[in-house]
């Protein structure tokens, strides 16, 4: 070893031992007790996509300007999405306790100025519809009465398909990033062995 190596040994040596005792100085006496036997895993390591890339936010969509939409190139963002769109667990389903019905939609009034679209111009038409009402975050057993977003669902059977309106009685979405969606439903929906939330 060259003199020059072993000044920096001794250097990086002593470095890390006022280190070491200035933490313990600043510590409790139990925490200066268990610092030579802790690893911080979180240091070198991260949240990592399923083909090993490490990922610095997980948080925020990649997007076009500070309020455009989200980017094709968000390939962490659509990993995460398609993971969870695939999840079927019954417990975690969004919206499954719910009612629904059968029946029909005639036109009142038409609106030409709006649309071009036959079921919302043609009073002739009756089209065949189903509607479903129902809970966002109550899962299996849950009451009916709790304090919980509603949703509703509504598909058009239109000569030219079908068609669905979906939503929330909520006057703004509760996230804004797409990403975060999946984080909540686990944050409010229960583990499926044992149906304790997740938070």
Known sequence: MSLAESIKQTVMSGAEG???AAQKATSNAKQAQLADFTLDYTKDRGIATHFGVLQSDTDTSLK?????????????????????????IPERVVHARGAGAHGYFKLHTPIPEVTYAPVLNDTSLTTPTFVRFSTVGGSRGSADTVRDVRGFATRFYTQEGNWDVVGNNDPVFFIQ???????????????????????
């Open 18 to 20: 006022v280190e070491k």
């Open 64 to 88: 076009a300007g500070v309020r455009g939409p989200t980017l094709i190139e968000d390939t962490h963002a659509r990993e995460k999405i398609t993971h969870f769109d695939h999840e079927r």
């Open 177 to 199: 990033e797409s990403i975060k969606f999946p984080d909540l439903i686990h944050a409010v929906k229960p583990e499926p062995h044992n149906e304790i939330p997740q938070a």
